[in-house]
C-alpha cells in the first residue's frame, strides 16, 4: 500500500470532484491488486454499510483474477472479515463485497450498489457498463491493459470527474528480479511490449484471429473432437473442438504447467471424456506421450504436420465464424496475442509468432483432423 498505483488510486478517491478512477497500464503494475487493497480498506472504515461490486467479463476470469487477488489482500490486512464461498461474497464491517460476473444479467440489471469496480474493463461492451454505472451511487473503479482502443476514451475518460492512472511494472516494487526479467524477455515482441511492458494503447493490425464472439455453450448437434498441445514448462492445452455448419466452437478443459501424461489422463477424465470412444489429436511431436495415453485407453492420434500445415490449418479456422465459450479465458487471452510475424519494415508475413499459441494449435489440430475426416473442404499445400 506505500506504491505509487495504490498511494494515486487513494488520492483519486479522496477527491471530491473525481467520481471515477480508471487505472491503465501493463502487465504486473499492480493496478488490480491496489484497487482491491482500497476497497477492503473502504469497506473496513465505513460507519455506513455498503455494498462494493467487482466486476469482469465471464466467471472463470473472475475467479482466476480478482477473486484470487482479493483473497491475498484480505489475509494481508489486519482485517475482520467473513467469507461466503457460495455466494461468493465477503462481509467486512458492516460493509459486503461481492463479486460477479458481467454474464449474470440478473446481477447486472439488478440492486444497487454504493461502489463499482469493473476488472478487465476492454472486456465487457460499453452498454452492460453503463448498466452497472447506473445503478451504482458512489464511485466507479476501472482496471484493464489497453489491448486496443475500446470505449473508455469516449465514453469514459471524457468526462470531467475521471481520472486515468497509467502505471507499469517498473511502479511495482514488489516484483521479483525474475518476474522483471520474464517481462522484458518479450520487448523484441513489439506490440506485445507496448501494451503489457509499456502499458500503452496496443495496435490490433497483424492478429491471426481477428475476429471471434463468446457464447455461453456449444450447441447440440455439433461434431466434436478434442485436441491436445503437450507442455510441461509451457502450459499443456487441452481442447474441445465443434463444427455445426460453418460455425466453429472452441472450448478450453485444460491449460495447466506442469502435468506429465497421467495428469493429463486425469484432466480427460475429469472432463468427462470417454476411453476408446472421442477422438483426440494430439501433438505429433509428442509421441511418447501420446503412445502412453493410447496405452491408459485413449482413442487418441498424432496430428499431421508437414510443410505449410499450419498456415493451411489457419486458414481452414478462419474459414468459419469462430465462437469462443465464455469458460475459457485462455483460449481469449492467445485469440486476442496470437500474431503474424513482421519484417523489419512492419510487413505482415504469412508466418504466425510462436507465442500465445498453446491452446489454439490444439484447436488447429482438432479443426483440421474433423474437417478432413468429414470430407468438407480439400487443401492443398504449395
Not at 469482469?56 to 489475509?75: H, S, Y
Not at 461466503?84 to 446481477?107: L, M, P, R, V
Not at 469458460?327 to 523489419?344: G, H, V
Request: with cysteine; net charge negative.
Amino acid at each position: 500500500m506505500t506504491g505509487k498505483v495504490f498511494r494515486q488510486t487513494f488520492q483519486a478517491w479522496e477527491n471530491p470532484d473525481i467520481n471515477i478512477i480508471v487505472n491503465e497500464g501493463g502487465t504486473r503494475s499492480g493496478k488490480t491488486y491496489s484497487v482491491l487493497q482500497l476497497l477492503a480498506l473502504i469497506a473496513n472504515a465505513s460507519a455506513a454499510p455498503l455494498v462494493i461490486s467487482v466486476v469482469t467479463q465471464t466467471f472463470p476470469q473472475l475467479r482466476q483474477g480478482a477473486m484470487r487477488d482479493f483473497e491475498k489482500v484480505i489475509n494481508e490486512l489486519p482485517i475482520e472479515y467473513h467469507e461466503n464461498k457460495s455466494t461468493h461474497t465477503w462481509e467486512i464491517g458492516c460493509s459486503i463485497i461481492e463479486f460477479f460476473s458481467a454474464d449474470q444479467y440478473e446481477k447486472v440489471l439488478g440492486s444497487q450498489r454504493s461502489v463499482l469496480f469493473v476488472n478487465e474493463a476492454n472486456r465487457l461492451g460499453y452498454e452492460v457498463v453503463r448498466q452497472l454505472m447506473v445503478r451504482t451511487s458512489g464511485k466507479k473503479f476501472f482496471d484493464y491493459n489497453p489491448v486496443s482502443a475500446f470505449w473508455m476514451g469516449e465514453h469514459i475518460l471524457s468526462r470531467l470527474d475521471a481520472v486515468k492512472i497509467h502505471s507499469t511494472y517498473k511502479d511495482n516494487a514488489h516484483l521479483a528480479a525474475a518476474q522483471i526479467a520474464e517481462i522484458e524477455s518479450h520487448k523484441t515482441d513489439k506490440n506485445w511490449w507496448r501494451v503489457y511492458g509499456l502499458g500503452l494503447e496496443g495496435r490490433l493490425e497483424g492478429l491471426v484471429y481477428p475476429d471471434f464472439d463468446l457464447v455461453d455453450a456449444m450447441p447440440e448437434g455439433c461434431r466434436i473432437r478434442y485436441g491436445i498441445d503437450f507442455g510441461f514448462n509451457d502450459p499443456a492445452a487441452i481442447v474441445r473442438v465443434g463444427i455445426k455448419e460453418k460455425d466453429l466452437y472452441l472450448e478450453q478443459i485444460c491449460y495447466k504447467t506442469g502435468l506429465v501424461t497421467e495428469g493429463i489422463s486425469r484432466e480427460l477424465e475429469r472432463a468427462g471424456v470417454q476411453r476408446n470412444k472421442d477422438r483426440i489429436i494430439g501433438d505429433s511431436e509428442a509421441l511418447v506421450q501420446i503412445e502412453e495415453l493410447y496405452r491408459m485407453g485413449w482413442n487418441i492420434h498424432s496430428c499431421k504436420k508437414g510443410p505449410g500445415s499450419i498456415v493451411g490449418g489457419i486458414q481452414i479456422m478462419k474459414g468459419f465464424n469462430i465462437h469462443i465459450l465464455k469458460n475459457s479465458p485462455d483460449i481469449q487471452t492467445e485469440a486476442l496475442n496470437y500474431m503474424w510475424e513482421k519484417d523489419r519494415n512492419d510487413k505482415i508475413l504469412e508466418v504466425p509468432c510462436d507465442n500465445f499459441n498453446h491452446a489454439l494449435d490444439a484447436c488447429r489440430y482438432a479443426v483440421r483432423d474433423l474437417t478432413e475426416r468429414s470430407g468438407g473442404y480439400s487443401v492443398r499445400f504449395v
